[in-house]
Protein backbone atom coordinates (compact mmCIF):
# COMPACT_ATOMS: atom_id res chain seq x y z
CA UNK A 1 0.00 0.00 0.00
CA UNK A 2 1.68 3.61 -0.73
CA UNK A 3 2.44 5.66 2.09
CA UNK A 4 2.67 9.11 2.32
CA UNK A 5 4.78 11.69 1.22
CA UNK A 6 8.13 10.32 1.92
CA UNK A 7 11.53 12.82 2.77
CA UNK A 8 15.09 12.12 3.85
CA UNK A 9 18.06 14.30 4.42
CA UNK A 10 20.41 14.62 1.48
CA UNK A 11 23.32 13.84 3.67
CA UNK A 12 21.77 10.33 5.08
CA UNK A 13 21.25 8.95 1.43
CA UNK A 14 24.24 9.71 -0.47
CA UNK A 15 27.63 7.63 -0.60
CA UNK A 16 29.90 10.25 -1.49
CA UNK A 17 27.48 12.16 -3.96
CA UNK A 18 28.01 15.63 -2.88
CA UNK A 19 30.51 15.32 -0.47
CA UNK A 20 32.77 18.30 0.12
CA UNK A 21 30.23 20.48 -2.25
CA UNK A 22 29.20 23.51 -0.41
CA UNK A 23 25.86 25.30 -0.58
CA UNK A 24 26.39 29.19 -1.49
CA UNK A 25 24.89 31.96 0.60
CA UNK A 26 24.02 35.34 -0.86
CA UNK A 27 21.54 37.64 0.44
CA UNK A 28 18.27 37.86 -2.58
CA UNK A 29 17.99 40.81 -4.34
CA UNK A 30 16.10 43.59 -2.89
CA UNK A 31 13.54 44.94 -5.71
CA UNK A 32 11.66 47.96 -5.59
CA UNK A 33 9.57 46.31 -8.38
CA UNK A 34 5.93 45.25 -6.45
CA UNK A 35 6.91 41.97 -8.65
CA UNK A 36 9.95 40.54 -10.34
CA UNK A 37 10.75 37.31 -12.02
CA UNK A 38 14.12 36.19 -12.94
CA UNK A 39 15.15 33.20 -14.85
CA UNK A 40 18.38 31.92 -15.69
CA UNK A 41 17.75 29.37 -19.03
CA UNK A 42 20.56 28.06 -19.42
CA UNK A 43 20.17 25.99 -15.98
CA UNK A 44 16.50 26.96 -15.67
CA UNK A 45 17.54 28.09 -12.45
CA UNK A 46 14.80 30.92 -11.05
CA UNK A 47 17.31 33.65 -9.43
CA UNK A 48 14.42 35.95 -7.98
CA UNK A 49 10.94 35.49 -7.41
CA UNK A 50 8.55 37.94 -5.93
CA UNK A 51 4.65 38.08 -6.19
CA UNK A 52 5.44 36.15 -9.24
CA UNK A 53 1.93 34.41 -9.85
CA UNK A 54 -0.10 37.39 -9.07
CA UNK A 55 -2.32 38.54 -12.18
CA UNK A 56 -1.33 41.98 -12.77
CA UNK A 57 -1.87 44.98 -15.05
CA UNK A 58 0.85 44.41 -17.86
CA UNK A 59 0.31 47.19 -19.92
CA UNK A 60 2.22 47.19 -23.49
CA UNK A 61 4.27 44.30 -22.14
CA UNK A 62 1.24 41.97 -23.40
CA UNK A 63 1.62 43.02 -27.00
CA UNK A 64 4.51 40.04 -26.85
CA UNK A 65 1.50 37.65 -26.74
CA UNK A 66 -0.40 39.21 -29.85
CA UNK A 67 3.82 38.96 -31.52
CA UNK A 68 3.95 35.54 -30.81
CA UNK A 69 0.27 34.81 -32.45
CA UNK A 70 1.53 36.80 -34.81
CA UNK A 71 4.96 34.99 -35.39
CA UNK A 72 2.95 31.47 -35.42
CA UNK A 73 0.95 32.70 -37.74
CA UNK A 74 4.06 33.39 -40.34
CA UNK A 75 5.55 30.66 -39.56
CA UNK A 76 2.02 28.30 -40.96
CA UNK A 77 1.88 30.66 -43.70
CA UNK A 78 -1.37 32.61 -43.01
CA UNK A 79 0.60 35.68 -42.94
CA UNK A 80 3.58 37.01 -44.97
CA UNK A 81 5.85 39.99 -44.38
CA UNK A 82 5.06 41.98 -47.17
CA UNK A 83 1.05 41.47 -47.11
CA UNK A 84 -0.12 44.74 -46.56
CA UNK A 85 -3.02 44.77 -44.38
CA UNK A 86 -5.83 47.30 -44.10
CA UNK A 87 -6.38 49.84 -41.10
CA UNK A 88 -9.67 49.82 -39.32
CA UNK A 89 -11.29 52.61 -37.43
CA UNK A 90 -10.98 50.79 -34.11
CA UNK A 91 -7.37 50.60 -34.53
CA UNK A 92 -6.88 54.38 -35.62
CA UNK A 93 -8.61 55.46 -32.40
CA UNK A 94 -6.77 53.91 -30.31
CA UNK A 95 -4.39 57.03 -28.27
CA UNK A 96 -0.90 56.26 -26.46
CA UNK A 97 1.69 55.18 -28.64
CA UNK A 98 1.00 54.61 -31.99
CA UNK A 99 2.01 54.58 -35.38
CA UNK A 100 -0.29 56.90 -35.89
CA UNK A 101 -1.73 54.69 -38.27
CA UNK A 102 -5.34 55.99 -40.50
CA UNK A 103 -7.88 54.14 -42.56
CA UNK A 104 -6.31 55.36 -45.89
CA UNK A 105 -3.14 53.19 -44.70
CA UNK A 106 -2.65 49.23 -45.52
CA UNK A 107 0.70 48.74 -43.91
CA UNK A 108 3.49 45.57 -44.69
CA UNK A 109 3.44 43.24 -41.53
CA UNK A 110 7.14 43.83 -41.22
CA UNK A 111 6.41 46.98 -40.32
CA UNK A 112 3.40 46.23 -37.95
CA UNK A 113 5.76 43.98 -36.31
CA UNK A 114 8.42 46.52 -36.01
CA UNK A 115 5.72 49.40 -35.17
CA UNK A 116 4.67 47.31 -32.17
CA UNK A 117 8.12 46.26 -31.24
CA UNK A 118 10.32 49.67 -31.13
CA UNK A 119 7.28 51.88 -31.31
CA UNK A 120 5.12 50.36 -28.63
CA UNK A 121 2.15 50.83 -31.30
CA UNK A 122 -1.46 50.12 -29.83
CA UNK A 123 -2.64 50.53 -33.66
CA UNK A 124 -0.36 48.22 -34.96
CA UNK A 125 -1.36 45.58 -32.52
CA UNK A 126 -5.15 46.17 -33.36
CA UNK A 127 -4.40 45.71 -37.64
CA UNK A 128 -2.48 42.59 -36.62
CA UNK A 129 -5.18 41.32 -34.28
CA UNK A 130 -8.27 41.99 -36.40
CA UNK A 131 -6.29 40.44 -39.31
CA UNK A 132 -5.63 37.39 -37.13
CA UNK A 133 -8.87 37.18 -35.22
CA UNK A 134 -11.41 33.75 -35.37
CA UNK A 135 -14.11 36.80 -35.57
CA UNK A 136 -12.59 39.70 -37.30
CA UNK A 137 -12.44 41.60 -33.98
CA UNK A 138 -9.78 42.94 -31.48
CA UNK A 139 -12.30 41.10 -28.84
CA UNK A 140 -12.46 38.23 -30.73
CA UNK A 141 -8.52 37.83 -30.55
CA UNK A 142 -8.16 38.83 -27.38
CA UNK A 143 -10.42 35.77 -25.97
CA UNK A 144 -8.04 33.63 -28.50
CA UNK A 145 -4.87 35.05 -27.09
CA UNK A 146 -6.31 33.69 -23.39
CA UNK A 147 -7.26 30.61 -24.81
CA UNK A 148 -3.56 30.23 -26.35
CA UNK A 149 -1.80 31.61 -23.35
CA UNK A 150 -3.53 28.72 -21.45
CA UNK A 151 -2.38 26.12 -24.10
CA UNK A 152 1.66 27.53 -23.29
CA UNK A 153 1.46 27.01 -19.38
CA UNK A 154 0.15 30.54 -18.86
CA UNK A 155 -2.20 30.27 -15.90
CA UNK A 156 -2.36 33.62 -14.78
CA UNK A 157 -2.93 35.91 -18.24
CA UNK A 158 -6.16 37.08 -19.46
CA UNK A 159 -6.21 39.34 -21.66
CA UNK A 160 -9.15 42.36 -23.08
CA UNK A 161 -7.50 43.85 -26.10
CA UNK A 162 -4.48 43.50 -28.08
CA UNK A 163 -2.38 46.25 -26.58
CA UNK A 164 -2.44 46.35 -22.95
CA UNK A 165 -4.79 49.30 -22.87
CA UNK A 166 -5.99 49.57 -19.30
CA UNK A 167 -9.39 47.14 -19.29
CA UNK A 168 -11.26 45.13 -16.65
CA UNK A 169 -9.80 42.20 -16.41
CA UNK A 170 -6.65 42.44 -18.96
CA UNK A 171 -4.39 40.76 -16.30
CA UNK A 172 -0.84 38.85 -16.38
CA UNK A 173 1.58 37.80 -13.91
CA UNK A 174 5.30 38.37 -14.36
CA UNK A 175 6.19 34.82 -14.40
CA UNK A 176 3.66 34.38 -17.46
CA UNK A 177 5.43 37.25 -19.02
CA UNK A 178 9.00 35.30 -18.00
CA UNK A 179 7.29 32.10 -19.77
CA UNK A 180 6.27 34.00 -23.20
CA UNK A 181 9.67 35.54 -23.13
CA UNK A 182 11.04 32.34 -23.33
CA UNK A 183 9.38 31.21 -26.40
CA UNK A 184 9.49 33.80 -28.19
CA UNK A 185 13.70 33.52 -28.02
CA UNK A 186 13.36 30.04 -28.46
CA UNK A 187 9.99 29.41 -31.20
CA UNK A 188 11.05 32.43 -33.26
CA UNK A 189 15.37 33.16 -33.64
CA UNK A 190 14.52 34.35 -36.98
CA UNK A 191 12.23 37.26 -35.24
CA UNK A 192 13.90 37.43 -32.30
CA UNK A 193 16.65 40.23 -33.60
CA UNK A 194 13.67 43.09 -33.90
CA UNK A 195 13.99 43.13 -30.69
CA UNK A 196 17.06 44.26 -30.34
CA UNK A 197 16.72 47.30 -33.12
CA UNK A 198 16.98 50.60 -31.45
CA UNK A 199 14.85 52.92 -34.08
CA UNK A 200 12.78 52.65 -36.45
CA UNK A 201 11.11 55.58 -38.43
CA UNK A 202 8.07 54.40 -39.75
CA UNK A 203 7.47 56.79 -43.27
CA UNK A 204 8.77 59.06 -41.46
CA UNK A 205 5.38 60.47 -40.18
CA UNK A 206 6.16 60.41 -36.14
CA UNK A 207 9.45 61.95 -35.72
CA UNK A 208 8.86 61.77 -31.45
CA UNK A 209 8.17 58.12 -31.02
CA UNK A 210 11.07 56.46 -33.14
CA UNK A 211 13.17 55.11 -30.31
CA UNK A 212 12.74 51.89 -28.54
CA UNK A 213 12.23 52.43 -24.89
CA UNK A 214 14.49 49.73 -23.79
CA UNK A 215 16.70 51.44 -21.27
CA UNK A 216 19.00 48.46 -21.16
CA UNK A 217 20.03 47.76 -25.63
CA UNK A 218 22.73 50.52 -25.62
CA UNK A 219 24.98 49.61 -22.77
CA UNK A 220 26.66 47.09 -24.35
CA UNK A 221 25.63 44.26 -21.25
CA UNK A 222 24.50 41.75 -23.27
CA UNK A 223 20.82 42.79 -23.66
CA UNK A 224 18.68 41.94 -27.19
CA UNK A 225 15.00 42.41 -25.96
CA UNK A 226 12.48 42.34 -25.15
CA UNK A 227 8.99 44.87 -23.92
CA UNK A 228 8.33 47.95 -21.70
CA UNK A 229 5.49 48.62 -20.04
CA UNK A 230 3.63 52.06 -18.79
CA UNK A 231 0.23 52.29 -17.42
CA UNK A 232 -1.00 54.65 -14.29
CA UNK A 233 -2.35 51.98 -13.26
CA UNK A 234 0.36 49.20 -13.67
CA UNK A 235 3.48 51.30 -12.88
CA UNK A 236 6.58 50.97 -15.26
CA UNK A 237 7.23 47.70 -15.85
CA UNK A 238 9.93 45.79 -18.51
CA UNK A 239 10.52 42.06 -19.50
CA UNK A 240 14.27 42.21 -20.38
CA UNK A 241 16.81 39.88 -21.62
CA UNK A 242 20.26 39.75 -21.37
CA UNK A 243 23.13 37.32 -23.00
CA UNK A 244 26.41 36.61 -21.84
CA UNK A 245 28.77 33.89 -23.01
CA UNK A 246 26.68 30.47 -22.75
CA UNK A 247 24.23 32.21 -20.27
CA UNK A 248 20.80 33.89 -20.96
CA UNK A 249 18.72 35.55 -18.18
CA UNK A 250 15.38 36.51 -18.71
CA UNK A 251 13.87 38.86 -16.49
CA UNK A 252 10.18 40.50 -15.54
CA UNK A 253 9.62 43.80 -13.40
CA UNK A 254 6.56 45.35 -12.43
CA UNK A 255 4.93 48.30 -10.78
CA UNK A 256 7.78 50.93 -10.58
CA UNK A 257 7.70 54.26 -10.08
CA UNK A 258 9.31 56.14 -12.91
CA UNK A 259 11.50 55.30 -16.28
CA UNK A 260 14.36 56.35 -14.02
CA UNK A 261 13.74 53.31 -11.74
CA UNK A 262 12.98 50.77 -14.12
CA UNK A 263 16.05 51.78 -15.58
CA UNK A 264 18.19 51.16 -12.62
CA UNK A 265 16.34 48.29 -11.66
CA UNK A 266 16.99 46.53 -15.00
CA UNK A 267 20.66 47.11 -15.12
CA UNK A 268 21.33 46.24 -11.53
CA UNK A 269 18.87 43.08 -12.00
CA UNK A 270 21.26 42.37 -14.80
CA UNK A 271 24.97 42.79 -13.43
CA UNK A 272 23.71 40.61 -10.41
CA UNK A 273 22.74 37.75 -11.81
CA UNK A 274 25.60 37.29 -14.12
CA UNK A 275 27.84 38.62 -11.31
CA UNK A 276 27.31 36.64 -8.14
CA UNK A 277 26.26 33.18 -9.86
CA UNK A 278 27.89 30.47 -10.62
CA UNK A 279 27.13 27.55 -12.21
CA UNK A 280 27.39 23.94 -10.54
CA UNK A 281 26.60 20.18 -10.73
CA UNK A 282 25.25 19.00 -8.16
CA UNK A 283 24.62 15.64 -9.24
CA UNK A 284 25.61 13.14 -12.19
CA UNK A 285 23.24 11.37 -14.06
CA UNK A 286 23.11 7.67 -13.20
CA UNK A 287 24.65 7.92 -10.33
CA UNK A 288 22.37 7.26 -7.17
CA UNK A 289 20.99 10.05 -4.89
CA UNK A 290 18.66 7.41 -3.08
CA UNK A 291 17.00 4.29 -2.51
CA UNK A 292 13.68 4.00 -2.54
CA UNK A 293 11.53 1.14 -0.61
CA UNK A 294 9.50 -0.94 -3.65
CA UNK A 295 6.32 -2.47 -3.05
CA UNK A 296 5.41 -6.37 -3.70
CA UNK A 297 8.67 -5.98 -5.78
CA UNK A 298 11.57 -9.05 -6.77
CA UNK A 299 14.24 -5.91 -4.94
CA UNK A 300 12.75 -4.03 -1.77
CA UNK A 301 14.27 -1.21 -3.05
CA UNK A 302 15.19 0.44 -6.57
CA UNK A 303 18.03 3.32 -6.58
CA UNK A 304 16.38 6.79 -7.48
CA UNK A 305 19.56 8.39 -10.03
CA UNK A 306 18.89 12.17 -12.15
CA UNK A 307 18.19 11.03 -15.84
CA UNK A 308 20.94 13.74 -16.42
CA UNK A 309 23.36 16.13 -15.03
CA UNK A 310 21.78 18.60 -12.50
CA UNK A 311 23.69 21.74 -12.99
CA UNK A 312 21.92 25.24 -11.15
CA UNK A 313 22.95 28.43 -10.50
CA UNK A 314 23.78 29.12 -7.38
CA UNK A 315 25.31 31.94 -4.75
CA UNK A 316 29.16 32.35 -5.61
CA UNK A 317 30.05 34.18 -2.67
CA UNK A 318 29.87 32.65 0.96
CA UNK A 319 29.72 29.15 1.72
CA UNK A 320 27.54 26.98 3.83
CA UNK A 321 26.35 23.30 3.99
CA UNK A 322 23.69 22.46 1.55
CA UNK A 323 20.38 21.37 2.58
CA UNK A 324 18.42 19.11 0.41
CA UNK A 325 16.04 15.92 1.11
CA UNK A 326 14.55 13.37 -1.58
CA UNK A 327 10.72 13.40 -1.47
CA UNK A 328 8.76 10.44 -2.82
CA UNK A 329 5.59 8.58 -2.34
CA UNK A 330 6.78 5.20 -1.05
CA UNK A 331 7.28 2.31 -0.95
CA UNK A 332 6.29 2.11 -4.89
CA UNK A 333 4.54 -0.82 -6.55
CA UNK A 334 6.10 -2.61 -8.58
CA UNK A 335 6.34 -3.14 -11.64
CA UNK A 336 8.95 -0.12 -12.17
CA UNK A 337 10.64 0.73 -15.74
CA UNK A 338 14.13 2.06 -15.47
CA UNK A 339 13.77 5.73 -16.11
CA UNK A 340 10.19 6.12 -14.49
CA UNK A 341 10.48 9.18 -12.36
CA UNK A 342 9.85 8.92 -8.67
CA UNK A 343 11.04 11.56 -6.30
CA UNK A 344 12.40 14.67 -6.70
CA UNK A 345 15.45 16.18 -4.97
CA UNK A 346 14.71 18.75 -3.11
CA UNK A 347 16.44 22.07 -1.93
CA UNK A 348 16.72 26.10 -0.90
CA UNK A 349 19.88 27.20 -1.07
CA UNK A 350 20.10 30.98 1.41
CA UNK A 351 18.05 33.51 -0.66
CA UNK A 352 16.76 31.78 -3.69
CA UNK A 353 13.49 29.64 -4.50
CA UNK A 354 12.75 25.88 -3.39
CA UNK A 355 14.45 24.15 -6.08
CA UNK A 356 12.59 20.57 -7.42
CA UNK A 357 15.02 18.35 -9.48
CA UNK A 358 13.77 14.95 -10.62
CA UNK A 359 15.14 11.26 -9.84
CA UNK A 360 14.16 8.73 -12.02
CA UNK A 361 14.86 4.78 -11.61
CA UNK A 362 17.88 3.41 -11.75
CA UNK A 363 16.85 0.02 -12.75
CA UNK A 364 13.99 -2.00 -13.63
CA UNK A 365 12.09 -3.76 -10.61
CA UNK A 366 9.96 -6.60 -11.69
CA UNK A 367 6.18 -8.26 -9.86
CA UNK A 368 7.80 -10.52 -7.00
CA UNK A 369 6.92 -14.25 -7.30
CA UNK A 370 4.54 -15.69 -4.84
CA UNK A 371 7.22 -16.34 -2.18
CA UNK A 372 7.48 -12.17 -2.12
CA UNK A 373 3.45 -11.59 -1.62
CA UNK A 374 3.46 -14.09 1.20
CA UNK A 375 6.39 -12.38 2.89
CA UNK A 376 5.24 -8.87 1.94
CA UNK A 377 1.81 -10.24 3.45
CA UNK A 378 3.37 -11.44 7.05
CA UNK A 379 5.62 -8.46 7.53
CA UNK A 380 2.00 -6.13 7.03
CA UNK A 381 0.51 -8.86 9.77
CA UNK A 382 3.58 -8.12 12.00
CA UNK A 383 3.55 -4.58 12.02
CA UNK A 384 -0.32 -4.46 12.66
CA UNK A 385 0.24 -7.03 15.75
CA UNK A 386 3.14 -5.17 17.17
CA UNK A 387 1.06 -1.40 16.61
CA UNK A 388 -2.10 -2.59 17.57
CA UNK A 389 -5.01 -2.65 16.29
CA UNK A 390 -6.93 0.24 14.49
CA UNK A 391 -3.15 1.19 12.93
CA UNK A 392 -1.94 1.31 9.43
CA UNK A 393 1.20 2.33 8.61
Given at each position: ????????????????????????????????????????????T????K??K???????M???????????????????L???????????????????L?????????????????????????????????????????????????????????????????????R?????????????????????????????????????????????????I?????????????G????????????????????????????????????????Q?????????????????????????????????????????????L?????????????????D?????????????E??????????????G????????????????????????
Amino acid sequence: MTKPLRTAALSTLTAGLLMGFSALSASAFDTRAKAAYVLDTKTDTVLLDKNAKEPLPPASMSKLMTLYIAFEALRDGRLTLDERLPVSQHAMSYKGSTMFLNTQDRVRVEDLLRGIIVLSGNDACVVIAEALSPDGTEAGFARYMTRRARDMGMENSTFANSNGWPAIGHRMSVQDLAILAERLIEDFPEYYPMFAETEFAFDGRAPSNTRNRNPLLRLDIGADGLKTGHTEEAGFGLVGSAQQKDRRVIFVLSGLGSTRARAEEAESVVNWSFRQFAEKTIATAGTPVAQAEVWMGARASVGLVPAKDMNILLPALTRNELQAEVVYSGPIRAPIAKGDQLAELVFQPEGLPEMRLPLVAEDDVSVGGFPVRVMTAANVLIKRFLNGPGTEE
